[in-house]
Nanobody
């Protein structure tokens, strides 16, 4: 049974930082594409960032977070991270980690929730102004 679990959410002030972590108990973790999504109340889930199975060299970011968020993975620990800097109130949302063996992450692809099979329960991020 696959387990995906996020941690690191919380309350931050605008301009502050948070680092989200996610661990996934999938076999061949290093062959899985990984991504972070978020969903704010009343809004659809949106892709935030992804990293390919090839490694940290292939990443994609939503326009709204590019330059502020950084995704990375540590295959030795079956973990993926999202470093969030210069947080804004509009970043407030539930953040989800997702993994899939077939997910690509390049050329604008990788931020569609339909491409991911395994999901965590989410961790709440709240940014106050």
């Amino acid at each position: 049974q696959v387990t995906v679990a996020e941690s690191g959410g919380g309350l931050a002030q605008a301009g502050g930082s948070l680092r989200l972590s996610c661990t996934a108990s999938v076999s061949s973790f290093d062959k899985h594409g990984l991504a972070w999504f978020r969903q704010a109340p009343g809004k659809e889930r949106e892709g935030v960032s992804c990293v390919s199975w090839i490694g940290n060299s292939r990443t994609e970011y939503a326009e709204s977070v590019r330059g502020r968020f950084t995704i990375s993975r540590d295959n030795s620990k079956n973990m993926v991270f999202l470093q969030m800097n210069d947080l804004k109130p509009e970043d407030t949302a539930m953040y989800y980690c997702a993994a899939d063996l077939s997910a690509s992450c390049y050329g604008g692809y990788g931020l569609d929730s339909r491409d991911y099979k395994y999901w965590g329960q989410g961790t709440q991020v709240t940014v106050s102004s």
